[in-house]
């Protein structure tokens, strides 16, 4: 079945520095969801893309759409305490009998 | 604007006894709903989605069981709970298109 790769696992990074994570697939898809959860919540929504090559921001996070629409990636600038948590690449289903598929998460710790 | 609602928040059960989960959904009507499940700081384990009243798809074999008997009702179950069951249960709808929305989760443990 599809499958998205997403990458890397896990980072510990330290306060101010920049995040990088990334989604591939050997699909192509229309569109490309980031979510965030934080320790004990459900994920929440974080940005949408629906345009290849779409480069959208929320805040200090950038993400975009890649061109050949079978990647995203997810960019953090300047990480504080509260970025800590698990971030999810999601593309939804194609049709009402389908599933939302899920990257297996990147896990950001933020050392002291 | 779509709510979900999970009950109960935390749950601490036996190896044994019985289970269930209740997701309730506002705002919205004939929504997609899901059930996933996920282990301490691991991924999310699809177990169950329906698209409508008294539809049920299983992702995995176990001895859980979902169950939808009003369009924003959701239900998981188990009749005899085990270790590997615990976890955190996530309730999610989706409209058929746009984002998923996640509800607030229910920890359990099964001890």
């Known amino acids: 079945g599809q499958q998205l790769n997403q990458s890397p696992q896990s980072m510990f990074i330290q306060e101010g520095e920049d995040v990088s994570m990334n989604c591939t697939s050997s699909s192509i898809f229309n569109t490309w969801l980031w979510y965030k959860q934080d320790p004990g919540e459900g994920p929440v929504l974080l940005i949408a893309l629906y345009k290849a090559g779409e480069l959208t921001s929320n805040g200090r996070l950038t993400a975009q759409f890649g061109i050949t629409r079978k990647d995203s990636f997810l960019n953090i600038s300047a990480s504080i305490p509260s970025d800590v948590g698990i971030y999810f690449c999601a593309v939804p289903p194609r049709n009402r009998d389908d599933k939302i598929i899920f990257g297996k998460g990147t896990r950001l710790h933020i050392l002291p | 604007s779509q709510t979900i609602h999970q009950w109960p928040a935390t749950l601490v059960q036996p190896v044994g006894s019985p289970l269930s989960l209740e997701c309730t959904v506002e705002?919205?009507?004939?929504?997609?709903l899901y059930w996933y499940r996920q282990a301490a700081g691991r991924g999310l384990q699809l177990l169950f989605y329906s698209v409508g009243i008294g539809q049920i798809s299983s992702e995995v074999p176990q001895n859980l069981s979902a169950s939808r008997p009003q369009d924003r009702q959701f239900i998981l179950s188990s009749k005899k709970l085990l270790l590997s069951d615990s976890g955190f249960y996530l309730c999610?709808?989706?409209?058929?298109?746009?984002?998923?929305?996640f509800g607030e989760g229910s920890r359990l443990t099964v001890l």
């Open positions: 705002g919205t009507s004939n929504p997609n």
């Open positions: 999610a709808l989706w409209m058929g298109s746009g984002e998923l929305f």
